[in-house]
T-cell receptor
């Protein structure tokens, strides 16, 4: 069974701070996705990475896929209250369902 | 552009009652999924339908049944609700499950919050 772990489980920071959250597995994935979920809503895709070592930037968010395709990180620069939410990673392999991590709950205080 | 629509948004049941959660997508996606989300456990797959006419069990199928009514609709039924089924249920869709490895996105509805007393 493929499992994804995320750390930290909870994170509370002040507006303007930088942060990094992690997604780790002992399994290799062909693709890895990051979703953000706001209260009362479903997850929304932020980014997909498919190549080991790949780095993608989305405004203040930087996503990296590990060289071995077993882990990923999400770095947020100068966090804003609008970044508050649950961040989920999901690993995918061809012909298989996605595996979701438990999530990191981020709170950015003004 | 509605995307994935789930009904109802909230429901309270008594132990032993039955109900059906409805899901419809308007993106012409082939694959549809039902997940439950519990605190600290992420999203766990209950059932999925790779394409119209097929359904398969996911990680936590016990106590649930599904019906892929047509390409657009995928329903989840609780035949005899139990308190352990209290959760938030999400329906999702994607173009084709075989493309999971390429990172095609799943599109989620806003969930059904279900409480079993």
């Amino acid at each position: 069974t493929q499992l994804l772990e995320q750390s930290p489980q909870f994170l509370s920071i002040q507006e303007g701070e930088n942060l990094t959250v992690y997604c780790n597995s002992s399994s290799v994935f062909s693709s890895l996705q990051w979703y953000r979920q706001e209260p009362g809503e479903g997850p929304v895709l932020l980014v997909t990475v498919v190549t080991g070592g790949e780095v993608k930037k989305l405004k203040r968010l930087t996503f990296q896929f590990g060289d071995a395709r077993k882990d990923s990180s999400l770095h947020i620069t100068a966090a804003q209250p609008g970044d508050t939410g649950l961040y989920l990673c999901a690993g995918g392999n061809y012909g298989q369902n996605f595996v979701f991590g438990p999530g990191t709950r981020l709170s950015v205080l003004p | 552009n509605a995307g994935v629509t789930q009904t109802p948004k909230f429901q309270v049941l008594k132990t032993g009652q039955s109900m059906t959660l409805q899901c419809a997508q308007d993106m012409n996606h082939n694959s549809m999924y039902w997940y439950r989300q519990d605190p600290g456990m992420g999203l766990r797959l209950i059932y999925y339908s790779a394409s119209e006419g097929t359904t398969d069990k996911g990680e936590v199928p016990n106590g649930y049944n599904v019906s892929r009514l047509n390409k657009r609709e995928f329903s989840l039924r609780l035949e005899s609700a139990a308190p352990s089924q209290t959760s938030v249920y999400f329906c999702a869709s994607s173009v084709l499950i075989q493309n999971t490895g390429t990172g095609q996105p799943q599109h989620f509805g806003d969930g059904t919050r279900l409480s079993i007393l």
